[in-house]
Every structure is written in structure tokens, then in C-alpha cells.
């Protein structure tokens, strides 16, 4: 009996070292689960084409406003809202009565110091004689060339006052400077007017282009030689463009009110677009514009660049 018992107590003791081995060994086994791959992060993709707000605008040169530089009576104005008219043109006239009798007086003195002139002119070179004979003094001779030299110098100043009163007089007629359209007529006939009052406003409407507000964050995705799709309000038609100027400087927004989810000193691109065809579009009309930009490097691409 004790001999029975004592082979159970050390069997027990050799089976629990082996499970302590089986449970290290097993511990050691077990190793810890890769990581897993972190998803790519998304990448932003631009919108395919960049759509902004513009307006209607004319080439520099091709709308004028018209005035006049001395100050009269409106005697004629001779073109209403959209009246054609071409460049040279007379379109109005000022009262000239008073330039007119300046002038005509200015005329008269130049006319009676080329007369006194030609008498002192005649007295010079007979007296030129009579001082070589000894017939008249030196003095004398002297005091009737200064005389002389004094009438010139009186008729070249009458020459300039009528040539100063013949500008004024052709300043009343004031002449279209350009070819194009009466877009605005600010006088009516009889007014008084200032000097440099404007008294109409011309454009010439086959010489117009948009001028669109891009979004500073798409402005460096416009180039030149873009196709532009224009609509606007009120016409079921679309027209084609390109842009065919880019400012090198940002500014203010104008045409459409801040974007509120946008930063306060979000600025824009004021790019110009040539039509490609013929447009019913007035000056000044508002439109909107869907520029398609060129082949460039991606977003991903030009990170991946300034990572480098």
C-alpha cells in the first residue's frame, strides 16, 4: 500500500514539469499579428472644367466717353442712343460766336501789323541810303530799326492769338473719336456745359470679351488658349471662347458676394476671354463661363514633387 501510493505522488510529480513545458513552449509560439495596411489616404481630384462669373467688358480703346474742352452753349447734338456713328464724325457743336469775333479781332491785328511792318520795312531802306549819304543820323536810323524789330515782334504775337482762337473755334465742334454705337447720351441741346463736361459715350460692340472672376485656388489651372463655354440669363444659346489674357496679379472680388466657407481675403483672377463668334451680348451683361483647363500635372504628381 505504501509503495502503491508513493509511485502515484511521484507520477504526479513528472507529469506537472511537462505540462509546464508544454505551456512555455507554447507561450514562445504565439507571435504577435502583423499590423495591418494603413488604407491610402483619398486624394483630392479637381473638378474637370473651372466655372466662374464675368461680365461683358470692351477692348481698351473701344469705348470712349466723348466731352468737350472749353465751355459754351450745347447749340446741336446730333446722335441719340444708338445712333451709328463713324470715326470724325460731327455729333455736336458748341455756341462759337465769342471764339468767332476773338478771332476775327486776332485777324485783324495780325493784318495792321503786316502793314505797319511793310511801311517800316520801306522807311528802313530808304533811310539806309540817307544815313550812307550822310542825310540822316546814326540815332535816328537806329530808333527807326528798333521800331521795326517791335511791329515784327507785335504781328508774330497777333499770328499766335489767332492761331490759339482758331483751336478754340474748332474745339466747338466736337467729332466722334472712334467708330462705334451712342451708348449713353448724358446732355440735351441747349445746355450749358463745363470744360471737360462728357457729353456722350460711344462703343465699338463688335470689340467685346469677357472678363471672368476665377477663384484664386483654380487660377493656377488657367492657361492661355483654354476653350470657354459663356452662357447667360435669358438665352437658351451657348458661346465659345478662349481665354486669351491672364493678369499676373490677383484682386478683389466684384462680381459675385464672398464666399462665407471661404477665407476672408480670398482673392480672384480677372481672366480675359475672346469670343469666338458672333454674340447678341450687351456690354456690361453678366455671364457665366466653364473654362476647360489643358493637359497638366496631376494634384498627386506635384505633391509627390514637393515631397521630393
Known amino acids: 500500500m505504501k509503495l502503491s501510493g508513493m509511485k502515484k505522488r511521484l507520477s504526479v510529480m513528472l507529469l506537472v514539469p511537462g505540462a509546464g513545458a508544454a505551456l512555455l513552449f507554447g507561450v514562445q509560439q504565439r507571435k504577435p499579428a502583423a499590423p495591418a495596411e494603413a488604407a491610402p489616404a483619398a486624394q483630392f481630384v479637381p473638378p474637370a472644367t473651372i466655372r466662374a462669373e464675368g461680365r461683358i467688358t470692351s477692348y481698351p480703346g473701344a469705348q470712349v466717353t ?23 464724325q460731327v455729333i455736336a457743336l458748341l455756341d462759337a460766336s465769342e471764339p468767332r469775333a476773338a478771332l476775327s479781332e486776332a485777324r485783324a491785328r495780325v493784318s495792321e501789323a503786316t502793314a505797319q511792318v511793310n511801311r517800316l520795312e520801306a522807311d528802313v531802306k530808304r533811310n539806309q541810303t540817307l544815313k550812307e549819304a550822310g542825310a540822316v543820323t546814326v540815332q535816328a536810323f537806329e530808333h527807326l530799326q528798333h521800331e521795326l524789330d517791335s511791329t515784327r515782334a507785335q504781328r508774330e504775337a497777333a499770328i499766335a492769338q489767332v492761331r490759339k482762337m482758331e483751336v478754340a473755334v474748332a474745339k466747338t465742334r466736337i467729332v466722334a473719336p472712334i467708330d462705334g454705337v451712342v451708348i449713353s447720351r448724358m446732355v440735351e441741346q441747349g445746355e450749358i456745359v463745363s470744360a471737360g463736361a462728357p457729353l456722350v459715350e460711344i462703343a465699338d460692340l463688335r470689340r467685346s470679351r469677357v472678363e471672368a472672376e476665377v477663384d484664386e485656388f483654380d487660377s493656377g489651372r488657367v492657361a492661355l488658349g483654354s476653350a470657354v463655354t459663356i452662357v447667360a440669363e435669358g438665352y437658351d444659346d451657348s458661346w465659345k471662347g478662349t481665354v486669351e489674357d491672364i493678369p499676373d496679379a490677383l484682386m478683389e472680388r466684384h462680381l459675385k458676394p464672398q464666399d462665407p466657407g471661404r477665407p476672408v481675403d480670398t482673392r480672384v483672377l480677372p ?38
Open 66 to 88: 466723348v466731352g468737350t474742352e472749353v465751355q459754351g452753349v450745347l447749340r446741336e447734338l446730333r446722335v441719340e442712343e444708338k445712333s451709328q456713328v463713324r470715326k470724325g
Open 271 to 308: 481672366v480675359k476671354i475672346a469670343f469666338d463668334e458672333a454674340t447678341p451680348l450687351r456690354l456690361g451683361q453678366r455671364v457665366e463661363v466653364e473654362i476647360t483647363p489643358k493637359q497638366s500635372q496631376s494634384v498627386q504628381e506635384r505633391g509627390l514633387g514637393l515631397a521630393r
